[in-house]
T-cell receptor, first 115, second 112 residues
Framework: DAGVIQSPRHEVTEMGQEVTLRCKPI?????LFWYRQTMMRGLELLIY????????DSGMPEDRFSAKMPNASFSTLKIQPSEPRDSAVYFC?????????????FGSGTRLTVV | GEDVEQSLFLSVREGDSSVINCTYT??????LYWYKQEPGAGLQLLTY?????DMKQDQRLTVLLNKKDKHLSLRIADTQTGDSAIYFC????????????FGKGTKLSVKP
């Protein structure tokens, strides 16, 4: 199993541009999570999906952020328009059903820099 | 409310034992986890403990759970420089549908 795959690994973009981050969860995991990590705020949950349906998006900072999960093997996090304060490492994680004890498997993250 | 607290930093000498502590507030936690994050990488699940256990050992790692005090600890025996990383404590709550609550992480520095 290749684990949770995120792309790109690094993204540098100019303020105002649209940014799309991608995630492929582990096959069979029915939960998918998007996190943001910064030095100041630590690890923040943005949104999570269960069986492709968004369950809790209360962590999404603003309307500039949106996330989709069109099928069980793909999710995107989009920022439009991007701002310098969006610079962070964005992690995707997936997990098996809540009845199991496997915890989360994280991807390697996308380091976003908005200049 | 739900909250997971950890000290931010720990420094030890190579070969010593490290003990990273964590407190949580919700007594209905079902599983408690320790994750490790190395520089430039994602979080890696190290170990977990079910809330009806009080200890779990896995090679150099020992997890102790004091449910009465809502205190979780991770002991790393014979700490090596490769153990330098940020360690996150996390809990999952009964009925939370798999949503983990993370602490802010403890940065472990191992000095030669």
């Amino acid at each position: 199993d290749a684990g949770v795959i995120q792309s790109p690994r690094h993204e540098v973009t100019e303020m105002g541009q649209e940014v799309t981050l991608r995630c492929k969860p582990i096959s069979g995991h029915d939960y998918l999570f998007w996190y943001r990590q910064t030095m100041m705020r630590g690890l923040e949950l943005l949104i999570y999906f269960n069986n492709n349906v968004p369950i809790d998006d209360s962590g999404m900072p603003e309307d500039r952020f949106s996330a989709k999960m069109p099928n069980a093997s793909f999710s995107t996090l989009k920022i439009q328009p991007s701002e310098p304060r969006d610079s962070a490492v964005y992690f995707c994680a997936s997990s098996p059903p809540a009845s199991l004890s496997g915890g989360y498997t994280f991807g390697s993250g996308t380091r976003l820099t908005v200049v | 409310g739900e909250d997971v607290e950890q000290s931010l930093f720990l420094s030890v000498r190579e070969g010593d034992s490290s003990v990273i502590n964590c407190t949580y507030t919700d007594s209905s936690s079902t599983y408690l986890y320790w994750y490790k994050q190395e520089p430039g990488a994602g979080l890696q699940l190290l170990t977990y403990i079910f809330s009806n256990m009080d200890m779990k050992q896995d090679q150099r790692l020992t997890v102790l759970l004091n449910k009465k005090d809502k205190h979780l600890s991770l002991r790393i025996a014979d700490t090596q420089t490769g153990d330098s990383a940020i360690y996150f404590c996390a809990e999952t709550l009964e009925g939370s549908q798999g949503n983990l609550i993370f602490g802010k992480g403890t940065k472990l520095s191992v000095k030669p």
